[in-house]
């Protein structure tokens, strides 16, 4: 069976993307949804870096229990037999960014203020539909194309070496 060398073909690759990707997006996407909501200052941008180890580890955990099963799931439902690499990683990054940016949109609010409150529901259809963008297109254009350069570079290491033993 033909292994794509864009993506994880085991267990500890499959820990390493997601790493790229997490670590890429949360200290991207928290910083820019946190500046368009209370503005882009010094100050906010320090207060966001407090949170962002929390969110970190709130978003890899919601990625690995919830979006990603989900995902695995429904996705068989959507693609076909004839559909390629580009059109499979578009509708997984689409179907993941909209479940996460729901969740997080509510999540992130309560973590960002420090308290549980009605607030990310009160102003959520504006605020999922900001987040939502920027997540998807920094999930599209930065942290997904650079996870899956690391998966190549590290194929192409890796059959650099078998070659290299074989002869």
């Known amino acids: 069976m033909y292994k794509e060398n864009r993506l ?19 200290n991207t996407i928290a910083p ?18 407090k949170i962002l ?5 709130i978003v890899v955990c919601l990625v690995k229990f919830v979006a990603g099963p989900i995902v695995q799931k429904i996705m068989p439902k959507f693609v076909g037999q004839t559909d390629g690499f580009n059109a499979r990683v578009l509708l997984t990054i689409v179907l993941n960014v909209t479940i996460l940016s729901v969740l997080l949109t ?3 609010t309560w973590v960002g203020t420090k308290q549980i409150s009605l607030e990310p529901f009160q ?3 504006q605020s999922w539909f900001r987040n939502f963008g920027i997540a998807f297109w920094i999930e599209v ?16 290491a890796r059959d650099r070496k078998l070659e290299a033993a074989q002869s």
Do not use: C, D
């Not at 254009?141 to 192409?156: G, S, T």
């Open 106 to 108: 509510i999540i992130g």
């Open 123 to 125: 102003h959520f259809f």
């Open 32 to 49: 820019l949804i946190m500046g368009m909501q209370l503005g882009f200052s010094k100050e906010n941008y320090i207060e966001t870096l």
């Open 141 to 156: 254009l930065v942290a997904q194309p650079i996870a899956r350069f690391v998966m190549v570079k590290i194929h192409a």
């Open 8 to 26: 994880p073909q085991n267990a500890k690759e499959g820990l390493l993307f997601l790493f790229i990707v997490s670590i890429i997006s949360v």
């Open 53 to 57: 180890p929390i969110m970190w580890v």
